[in-house]
């Protein structure tokens, strides 16, 4: 067969039910096959319960040209996948030779005895294929089932990656896949979904639809995603991405998974420059974002975190008439902030915030959710005044991505400001 | 109906079906059925495909009471739960006025213009009632179609969580639900699961079924749960609670969803203390996990982030000849910050850590994961030095959380350290 095959997922155990366990295996197994052009149609996850297992088996065996079954495969007694797939397929269970091999042998090296519960672990659906499991006990299997080719991995997330490449490479040969799907991923700071997708269904009606355009909404960053599963579709794709450009080209951090931070770095590492930051209502947020980078001593010294008046006095020179006649929530005082920082660092850029993160502490005047952001170098420092009024945690993020993206858009030489400001600015 | 609903999940959304997002929801929507007895019996994940979609939606609903729709409720075209419920419940869509109102007022207060993009949220399936979303522009809707009530909630985690208590009491309502779970959730740090796992069949082989253990594994925190859903089973669930306590007790951060920085500052408060840090390789997060809780400014005056050697010379006084001599990862350098901390700060308490996250800077002296912490006042510094060789982000992450704990000790007086200390000593 030289066609697409229809992929579907079974996954299994009582924890993914109860909401013990956060199921991470589908999005290993969907990002491995994302490299052959295959994105799984459908999954459904099932406890361990042997009448709607075999149900559910038999009706997506039915249904589905590839169908990956995880979990189950262990050696206790809700481990239902090996019983349940022989019933399916009418064969029964026997013991595998090699199975029982590699039990011996990992049993072995371990020092342990052979018992009944590991040894049940050799009990297969008969005339299966062994899927080696290099880093634990159960080995995989796989099996064709009314057309459609069954592969069972255990749902320890270690031993399913172990397992993946070897069953990549079996689904390429059965399936003669050559394609490669082609995935181009923006990542972008200051704009919201809605408004993305607007300005785009507005200045582009004639979207190609070959060009799958999709957006993933996470704190602080918005993806956008292009795909594409044919190489002559790829003009087209990159007319898209000008189009993308043109509408928001100071809104994109970078490809990829490039966050604001690594931006941040990048970009002063190639210019020579080194950044500081002193914080109020980040409480250590910005800091946090940029030594989460690998490599980010190159152009961050350190940073300040200034909570209390006392030290953005003490540490950052604030002085003490600006704390008392402005606030520490004020223009003048971030401005002051981002001076003290480079005094205190050397560094040759820095930014500052201070602002009310809530729940307590906002006022008619200045509410919960008012910042202050400050940025500059010894030369010039601009500042604006934004509100974000949503939970705490959630404002820090933001603010702190907010502060990043000022120093990015300055190192690139970007005059504007990102649509988020002009949506929230205050003052 | 007084007996117990059939209820199954349909999670939407392309970045489920691809790898880009692991689902989180359904395990955040299981945990709060089980405070009412109930377990979802079965869940499906589908890409934003309309007519597999409509396929689904109407297959569910012929064979679930309750079916709770999770995605597709946002301004984009890829957003098609409103649509697709819809057509399967046979009244296609119209403007909801609460729906409207909602994104008005939504609109208003964060100075948006109300868009057609943002006004599609408002056309929802004829009939339907609102289940109000109070952090975000989508609201929520259920129906009841083929004698299913079907709910259909927001894909962000945020707006869920939000509207879940809501739905929650709808369905107490809706199937006479008296039953009340009673769970108790304790947050541990410094055990791993498996060990508490063993210690507990060890040491309490008679442990009595009917209170349900069952752990849940976040970095940093440990979370212990124990579970009874009858009322006469509160003194055998007592008696575990002892037990625990005797095994586990200074683990034992708080109950509920406590987490470090909440109870050191909690600590903090009730003994009249401040408290400080000054990190390297951390970067911001011991500070930024403390400022994430409201009040922290309480007893947190500030920290210091000196990545570079010169940042921990200038600002905290760590001699130039112990960072030549000794290195920046050493007791004397951690030592030397602790001290410049609280001269600083003014603080009565700091922690200090210097280490190597990786995944460069490793030597065979010093590997990548070690890491140096010092705590203590103006009168005693007491050191450790760790080893914790994993990934960037988590080494951050957990010797981040180590340092808050060592202070959570301190200021309650305990005298030993967490069992990952015994673990991970390297010096």
Redesign the interface.
């Known amino acids: 067969m030289a066609q697409t095959p229809r992929v579907q997922l079974l996954l299994t155990g009582d924890e993914?039910?109860?909401?013990?366990?956060?199921?991470?295996n589908?999005?290993?197994?969907?990002?491995?096959?994302?490299g052959l052009g295959l994105?799984?149609?459908?999954?459904?996850?099932?406890?361990d319960?042997r009448d709607?297992l075999a149900r559910?088996m038999a009706a997506l065996a039915d249904d589905a040209d590839v169908l990956i079954v995880n979990g189950g495969l262990g050696p206790t007694i809700d481990d239902l996948t090996a019983a349940v797939l022989g019933e399916v397929a009418g064969h029964g269970l026997e013991e595998h030779p090699d199975a029982l091999d590699h039990l011996e042998i990992w049993c072995k090296k371990r020092n342990l005895l052979l018992n009944d519960a590991n040894r049940k672990q050799a009990m297969l659906p008969a005339g299966c294929t062994i899927i080696p499991n290099p880093v634990g006990s159960a080995v995989g299997f796989s099996l064709v089932v009314n057309n459609c080719l069954i592969m069972c991995t255990p749902g320890v997330p270690g031993e399913l990656r172990a397992m993946l490449p070897v069953m990549v490479q079996r689904l390429r040969e059965e399936f003669g896949i050559t394609l490669q799907k082609d995935v181009l991923r923006l990542q972008t700071f200051g704009l919201g979904?809605?408004?993305a997708?607007?300005l785009l269904?507005d200045n582009h009606p004639d979207w190609p639809p070959e060009v799958v355009l999709?957006?993933?909404?996470g704190a602080p960053q918005l993806?956008i995603?292009l795909s594409i599963t044919r190489a002559e579709d790829r003009p087209r794709r990159d007319q898209c991405y000008e189009w993308l450009k043109a509408l928001f080209g100071d809104h994109i951090i970078g490809e990829g998974d490039t966050r604001i931070a690594e931006a941040v770095i990048d970009q002063a590492r190639d210019a020579g420059l080194t950044i500081t930051c002193a914080?109020s209502?980040?409480?250590?947020?910005?800091?946090?974002m940029?030594?989460?980078i690998?490599?980010?001593?190159d152009v961050?010294?350190?940073?300040?975190?200034?909570?209390?008046n006392?030290?953005k006095e003490?540490?950052l020179g604030v002085p003490a008439e600006t704390l008392k006649s402005e606030g520490a929530v004020s223009e003048a005082t971030v401005k002051a902030m981002v001076r003290g920082a480079l005094d205190?660092?050397?560094a040759d850029l820095a930014v500052a915030v201070s602002g009310i993160?809530?729940?307590?502490g906002g006022s008619n005047d200045k509410p919960v959710g008012t910042v202050w952001l400050a940025w500059g170098d010894r030369d010039a420092v601009e500042t604006v005044c934004l509100c974000w009024?949503?939970?705490?945690?959630?404002f820090?993020t933001m603010v702190a991505a907010a502060g990043l993206d000022v120093l990015r858009r300055k190192l690139a030489g970007i005059q504007n400001q990102s649509r988020y400001f002009d949506?929230?600015r205050l003052r």
């Open positions: 993914l039910m109860s909401g013990d366990t956060v199921d991470s589908s999005a290993l197994i969907a990002r491995e096959l994302s994105t799984p149609c459908r999954r459904v996850t099932l406890g319960d709607a559910e979904e809605s408004t997708q607007q269904v999709s957006f993933r909404a993806e995603k914080e209502c980040t409480g250590g947020m910005i800091a946090s940029l030594t989460q690998a490599g980010a001593s961050f010294p350190g940073g300040f975190v200034t909570y209390s006392a030290l003490s540490i205190a660092s050397g993160a809530g729940p307590g009024p949503v939970e705490r945690v959630l820090q949506q929230r």
